[in-house]
């Protein structure tokens, strides 16, 4: 019985073998561990025009994050870079934060030289690498964060100096008051989907379990925009499953018809719908009339009401309830959440090309 299942630790921990669920578990801690790392930040450049996170995967996703969790006080412009290069308007009044948690992304490396030879204004965030070796070489500002987990697991680490950083600056504000409510939060989130919670009991559990075989989408709105993103790149990455993540209102004018009539088609689906009991009237009448429309397919879809009070509390309390349906929808899936194999196979062949070398030989160079 998959009920039993997963209310067997002893099954969790066949399946878990390198223990990715156990930072769900200490998520308070590590985002406690990473605000008082990133209390070392010291802000030395002037107001920016402009503001870009320079990353990829679990270590842009912090940008997401802060870009969403900003945008209604910050009065600077931000814009999250997956690229080698940065946009064409990047230039000495433009802050760049380069992010990678190992510090050998072969294309954050390549936006770190870009940065530097557009003279921008730059600060690096990582646990090592070429990253920091090069960073201490030109003497760029860095803040190193602890090393030794998944990047995707380093969310805290990798999020917190851009809020920190920005509150230093002067540009935002209310980032301690909300970090202070998000570390409690957190435990009671912890402890509400630990294990040892039976899963009648145990939202995570519950949802893994009724999501089974089938490929989650996940959609949000608002701040939850980036928090729907990061669920599906946790199903991706722990779950080892296909996923889709959109958000409302755009949702609503492309993706609501692509379940039109698919009918056995969409039995290979579940949607995740991200609620907050103060969303805005329209969001909330679009999200009700969109699953009056959807539950005409058959799709399968659950509500995930956000828990918090502040903007950053109810956005990583979200996150960590997500991760946890990731580990426990890999162990119904009996695959170690932790092992990304495919990544692994693809940055070995990439490694051929030679194009990480070259970048490595002009940082050296300049």
């Not at 390549?110 to 646990?127: E, G, H, N, Q, V």
């Not at 958000?247 to 995740?272: A, D």
Request: net charge neutral; with cysteine.
């Amino acid at each position: 019985m998959v009920t039993a299942f997963l209310d067997d630790d002893e099954n969790i921990n066949a399946v878990d073998k390198s223990g990715m669920l156990n930072y769900s578990l200490n998520a308070a801690n590590h985002y406690r561990e990473a605000a008082q790392i990133a209390e070392k930040i010291k802000v030395d450049y002037p107001k920016p025009d402009n503001i870009i996170v320079a990353g990829l995967g679990g270590s842009a996703i912090g940008g997401d994050l802060f870009k969403d969790w900003a945008k209604n006080q910050l009065k600077v412009p931000i814009e999250v870079s997956r690229e080698y290069k940065l946009p064409a308007y990047a230039n000495k009044k433009t802050l760049v934060f380069i992010t990678s948690y190992s510090g050998d992304t072969e294309e954050t490396l390549s936006s770190f030289l870009d940065a530097l030879k557009r003279k921008c204004m730059i600060y690096c965030i990582s646990s090592g690498g070429a990253l920091l070796k090069y960073a201490k070489k030109l003497k760029v500002p860095y803040l190193q964060v602890t090393s030794g987990m998944p990047p995707r697991a380093a969310l805290p680490y990798m999020l917190l100096p851009l809020l920190v950083y920005m509150e230093k600056s002067g540009l935002v504000k209310g980032v301690k008051e909300e970090l202070n409510e998000t570390f409690s939060l957190l435990e009671k989130i912890s402890e509400e989907n630990s294990p040892e919670k039976p899963t009648n009991e145990n939202f995570a559990k519950n949802t893994a379990q009724n999501i089974g075989e089938s490929a989650p989408v996940v959609y949000g709105f608002g701040v939850y925009r980036s928090v729907a993103q990061r669920f599906k790149q946790q199903f991706n990455e722990n779950s080892k499953s296909a996923a889709k993540w959109e958000y409302f209102p755009e949702l609503n004018h492309n993706e609501v018809v692509g379940w039109e009539g698919r009918g056995e088609q969409c039995k290979w689906f579940s949607v995740i719908f991200i609620r907050d009991i103060n969303e805005p009237v329209e969001i909330e009448s679009r999200i009700e009339t969109t699953k009056q429309i959807m539950e005409k397919v058959g799709l399968v879809m659950f509500d995930l009401e956000v828990q918090g009070k502040s903007p950053l509390a109810k956005m990583l309390s979200t996150i960590v309830v997500g991760d946890f349906v990731s580990v426990y929808l890999a162990v119904l899936h009996g695959v170690d959440p932790t092992p990304v194999r495919t990544i692994n196979i693809l940055k070995d062949t990439l490694k051929q090309n030679g194009i990480k070398e070259k970048i490595i030989s002009e940082l050296e160079n300049l």
